[in-house]
């Protein structure tokens, strides 16, 4: 009998080898366990409801062939299912391949990452585009490469996830300010003597819907020589006059030093993301940003959705002035019917609710009536401060905004949110 052949004859019928410790597992399950069930009795579980179509501002979701209408992803201009973006997404996966199994610097560079890369450097006006396979990962990227222990960043209190655990992964000196609190924030730039001084916030932060005082933060940073890095994650391609930004609507243009955003939102919904800013700090995070070195490199049919989103950006702003028409419409409205909206005029119309049953139970209910929006809750968001956070595109119509907003008055006036 051959070798291989005998091997197979002793092997047959074999139970599969334990590689765990059932001691260590049933500790692991109950500890596990017992969490997920307070998570659940607090009313704060988030379950994972099933899409079935495309993302669009009409969608199915399993268990149901009844089109809903979406309120709640960040397809801010409604580019997720763009036919021309899919068809030239198409056209490159037949061209390209599916990907390239590679970083970038061993082979896993094309001509059309390279073009991608230059496309956002000219919407952003800057000098340099370095690309990640997210925005989590060009935040998680940055402040370790280019910060040491002589340097200091200021980071506003409530910046995303990322921004935060990219700033615990650098050894300089790390300071959080009160959020959007200027005079906080002058305070301990004036009080450092660090090398390098890094102001790190978000444009728009995401739970809220408000906008960081860039202009005034730029001014900070003038006084202290310091530097400004933003999160253009819920601003890029469709926030100011013509979508370039916090820095645009704030009349700021080009006075940021450092800007990370995605691709993955506005911008075709699909992955990827960015930093762009001077030459010679993206030739560095080539050098020395662990993500970017560590991490595959975005396949092609993702690299075609930026290219196209990227044209379209570049030859009109028409989506972005209907995005900000279609918010000033659902704002308005909603105020006026007697809910609290947070945040200032942008896409992002958190409804406050503050008990985080009541923003589950209110969800499930505008569910009924044909509206998808989700419940938001700790530790997603304060305790206390549960909301149901709309985010408005440019693909939705008018009418389908007004369905949205009789919904909303339908279920408030049930749960007695309002009268």
Same mark, same amino acid.
């Given at each position: /009998? ?14 599969? /080898? ?34 079935? &179509? ?151 932060? &995401? ?108 030859? &009109? ?16 409205? /909603? ?30 209910? /505008? ?53």
């Amino acid at each position: /009998m051959p070798a291989f052949s005998k091997i197979l004859s002793l092997t047959a019928g074999r139970q599969p /080898m334990r590689q765990y410790s059932a001691a260590a597992q049933s500790q692991l399950r109950e500890l596990l366990g017992k969490q997920l069930s307070g998570i659940k009795e607090a009313g704060t579980f988030k379950a994972e409801r099933i899409i079935t &179509s495309s993302q669009s501002t009409q969608i199915t979701v399993q268990g149901s062939d009844q089109k809903i209408l979406n309120f709640c992803a960040n397809n801010y201009l409604g580019l997720a299912n763009n036919p021309e973006i899919v068809q030239y997404s198409q056209q490159l996966l037949g061209k390209y391949g599916a990907g390239l199994s590679s970083v970038r610097f061993i082979c896993g560079t094309q001509d059309i990452h390279k073009q991608l890369e230059q496309k956002i450097s000219q919407f952003h006006g800057r000098e340099d585009t370095i690309l990640y396979a997210s925005c989590f990962d060009a935040n998680a990227g940055i402040f370790e490469a280019i910060l040491t222990p002589e340097d200091a960043v200021f980071s506003d209190e409530l910046n995303h996830a990322s921004i935060i655990d990219g700033i615990r992964l650098c050894r300089a000196k790390k300071q959080r300010y009160k959020h959007r609190d200027l005079a906080d924030l002058e305070q301990q730039l004036r009080s450092t003597d660090a090398r390098l001084k890094l102001i790190a916030t978000d444009g728009v932060f &995401s739970m809220d819907g408000n906008i960081a005082p860039l202009a005034r933060i730029v001014e900070l940073a003038k006084k202290y020589d310091a530097l400004v890095f933003v999160d253009e994650c819920h601003a890029t391609g469709f926030f100011g006059a013509t979508g370039r930004g916090t820095e645009e609507y704030d009349n700021v243009m080009g006075e940021v030093d450092i800007i990370n955003s995605t691709l993955g939102k506005a911008l075709g919904g699909a992955s990827g993301g960015y930093t762009t800013g001077p030459t010679e700090l993206i030739s560095f995070l080539r050098q020395k940003s662990r993500p970017y070195l560590f991490s595959n490199t975005l396949p092609p049919a993702v690299v075609a959705v930026g290219l196209k989103v990227m044209d379209m950006l570049l030859s &009109s702003s028409e989506l972005s002035q209907r995005v900000q028409s279609n918010t000033q419409r659902f704002r308005q409205a /909603m105020t006026k019917a007697g809910f609290t909206i947070a945040g200032e005029n942008h896409p992002i119309c958190p409804v406050m609710l503050g008990d985080a049953r009541l923003a589950s139970s209110f969800a499930d209910e /505008m569910l009924t009536r044909g509206i998808y929006v989700i419940g938001f809750s700790y530790p997603v968001v304060p305790q206390g401060k549960a909301r149901i956070r709309v985010q408005i595109s440019a693909a939705h119509t008018e009418s389908e905004i007004d369905q949205a907003i009789q919904a909303f008055i339908e279920v408030g006036r049930s749960l007695k949110v309002i009268k």
